[in-house]
C-alpha cells in the first residue's frame, strides 16, 4: 500500500473520529441529561450556601460511597451486559451460517422430477429466512409482520402464524414437515434427512439462546442498589469539594455524573440486544442479508457440477 493511500487513509480516521465525538444519535445522552441536570442543580445549591457562610463542606463524605467500589459495580454492570449482547450476537451469526449450510444442502441434496418439485423446494427455502424475521419479532414481542411475512409464506401459513404462541417454532414444523415427505418419496436419503435435520435443530438452538438471554434480566435488586448508590454518591460529591472547587463545583459534579451516570445506561441499552435502539444488534440488516443469500441460491442451478443463468420458468419462482 503506497504512502498516498495511507494518508488518505489516516485523514478519513481522523474526521470519522471527530464525527463520532460530537453524535448525538445513538449515544445515551438523550436518556441521562435529566439525572445529570439534577446533580448540576444540587450541586449548585450547595455553592451558593457555601458563598452565603453556611457551613456545608463535609469531606468525610468521601468515606461514604468509596470511588473504587462504585467503580467495581459500575465495571460488573457493564461487563454483563456486553457479555449478554455478543451472546446474542453469536447467536445470529449461527444462525446465519445454519441457515446458509441447511439451504445449499436442501437445494443440491433434493432430487426434482417436476416443476412442483422445484417450486416446493424454493418455497421451503423462502421457510428459512421466514424463520428468520420470525425469530427477530419473537424477540422483540411484536406480531408476525404482513409486510415482512407476505413475500415469504402462503396466506394460509400467514394465517396459522398469527395464533401461534412461538411462531418461530411452527416455521421450523413446516420446515421438518417437508424434509419428512422428501425423505418417504423417495427423494431425500436417511442419511442426508438427519443431516438437515441436525441443522435445523441447530437453529431452533439459537432461537432458544436468544430467548435466555431475553427472559433472563440482570436481577431487580442488583440495579436497584446500583441506582441508589450512583444517586447517593453525585449527592455527596458536592459537600466533599465545595470548599476547594466553590462555584466550580457544579461543573466538577456534572461531569462526573455524566461519566457515571453514562456508563450505567450504556449497560442498560444493551443488555437487551434484540431490541430497536440504536446500539442494539441490526437484525433487520441480518434477515434481509439472509433473504439476500437465498434469492442467490436459487439462480443457481441444483447441481454441484455447473452454473446455469437462470431461465424464464425459474424466475417466476423468486421471491
Known sequence: MSRHVLDDLTQSYKRQWFRILFRLQGSVIPSIWPRVLLCVGFSVLI???????WRVSWPVLGTLVP??????????????????????????GQLVNTSRNLARHMWVAIQETSPEDRASKVQTLKLLVAFAIATKLHLRCQPPNQAE???????????????????????????????????GYGKLSIYEMTAMTGRLDDMINALGGCERILKTPIPLAYSIHLKQLLLL????????????????????????SFAVFGIEEIGIEIENPFGTDANDLPLDAICLTMYRNIEDLITLAPCVRRWQIPTVEHSIHRF
Not at 47 to 53: N, P, R, S, V
Not at 233 to 256: H, K, R
Open 47 to 53: 455553592a451558593g450556601l457555601h458563598e452565603l457562610g
Open 67 to 92: 470511588s473504587i467500589v462504585l467503580g467495581l459495580l459500575l465495571v460488573f454492570r457493564t461487563n454483563t451486559a456486553y457479555e449478554r449482547f455478543w451472546e446474542g450476537r453469536k447467536l445470529w
Open 149 to 183: 411475512l407476505s413475500k415469504l409464506l402462503t396466506p394460509e401459513q400467514f394465517d396459522k402464524l398469527q395464533s401461534m404462541n412461538n411462531p418461530p417454532i411452527e416455521v421450523a414444523f413446516w420446515i421438518a414437515d417437508y424434509l419428512q415427505l422428501q425423505h
Open 233 to 256: 454518591y453525585c449527592f455527596a460529591l458536592p459537600f466533599q469539594v465545595v470548599d476547594q472547587l466553590e462555584w466550580w463545583t457544579a461543573l466538577i459534579v456534572g461531569l462526573i
